[in-house]
């Protein structure tokens, strides 16, 4: 059904926060998306906003007709998670969205203190590209039809990160 989350957030999901959240804020974005690199410092300060309210999941959704380098900045994020660094990877490509490319990845990996030639293995490992190929799958099944797309609690937020940000905000105090 469009509109909810499908499937659920389960473990081979990126998760940020408290398991205790009573908010479960899951993005589908593009790292290669300007909307994406807005909403980036937004999502950012919801988190520090609500530290324990808040509980985070990233899942690609690169749209590869329009950017050519979604895909292999999405694939970058999971090669970096084989090494337990997927948020520092995540981050460091949305605040360098416009350095995207291979030598801008393979210099945004050595900057967050990978090892290169696991992470070069890893890039061509194929179950790394079907778990970004999942995740799309997972947001076309769920309704994604744009990026960012945000769900809250398993439904579709209609708006963009600043309207996400307000409704937060309203809604706790």
Request: charged letters at 25%; one cysteine or more; aromatic letters at 10%.
């Amino acid at each position: 059904m469009a509109g909810k989350l499908t499937p659920p957030v389960h473990a081979d999901d990126h998760i940020q926060g408290e398991d205790t959240a009573t908010i479960e804020l899951v993005e589908y974005g593009d790292y290669q998306c300007p909307y994406c690199g807005a909403a980036y410092p937004v999502v950012k300060r919801i988190l520090e906003t609500f530290p324990t309210q808040v509980r985070f999941i990233f899942r690609n959704f690169p749209l590869m007709q329009l950017h050519p380098f979604a895909m292999a900045a999405a694939v970058a994020s999971e090669a970096a998670a084989v090494q337990d660094k997927f948020w520092d990877m995540h981050d460091i490509i949305f605040q360098n969205q416009r350095k995207l490319g291979v030598e801008g990845l393979f210099a945004m990996a050595h900057s967050i203190g990978l090892d290169i030639e696991r992470f070069r293995e890893d890039m061509e490992n194929e179950s790394l590209q079907e778990k970004v190929s999942s995740d799309f799958e997972s947001g076309m099944r769920s309704g994604v039809n744009g990026t960012p797309s945000f769900f809250v609690n398993g439904i579709k937020f209609d708006g963009g990160a600043e309207d996400l940000y307000d409704m937060l905000v309203r809604n706790s105090s």
